[in-house]
């Protein structure tokens, strides 16, 4: 299997983001930040957006970039997760 990890880069600074990181893999595309994995967004179709089910809020800092990964606010991600379009599960 083929992983490329890359840092996370700042949509408001374009500088990379320290402990942020897109993991890219044949599966699909991998938010992490520190040592947590925090969501799995899936390449194949008719697969649900995964949230880590107790890293996926941890702090400020890692729903920014969550935020950012996922292109929403985390209001729009919790309507997601209440109404079973993205599942939480144990991605760590």
């Known amino acids: 299997m083929k992983v490329l990890v890359k840092?996370?880069?700042?949509h408001s600074s374009g500088r990379e983001v320290a402990n942020q990181f897109i993991i890219t893999t044949d599966k699909g595309i991998y938010f992490q930040s520190y040592r947590r994995v925090?969501?799995?967004?899936?390449?194949?179709?008719g697969r649900k957006i995964q949230l880590d089910k107790d890293s996926w809020d941890y702090s400020r800092t890692t729903g920014k970039y969550r935020n950012q990964f996922l292109g929403e606010t985390k209001k729009e991600?919790?309507?997601?997760?209440?109404?079973?379009?993205?599942?939480?599960?144990?991605?760590?």
């Not at 840092?7 to 700042?10: A, F, I, K, M, P």
């Not at 925090?38 to 179709?45: C, D, S, T």
């Open 38 to 45: 925090i969501a799995f967004r899936p390449y194949e179709g």
């Open 77 to 92: 991600t919790e309507h997601k997760v209440k109404s079973g379009e993205y599942e939480l599960v144990d991605l760590n």
């Open 7 to 10: 840092n996370v880069t700042s």
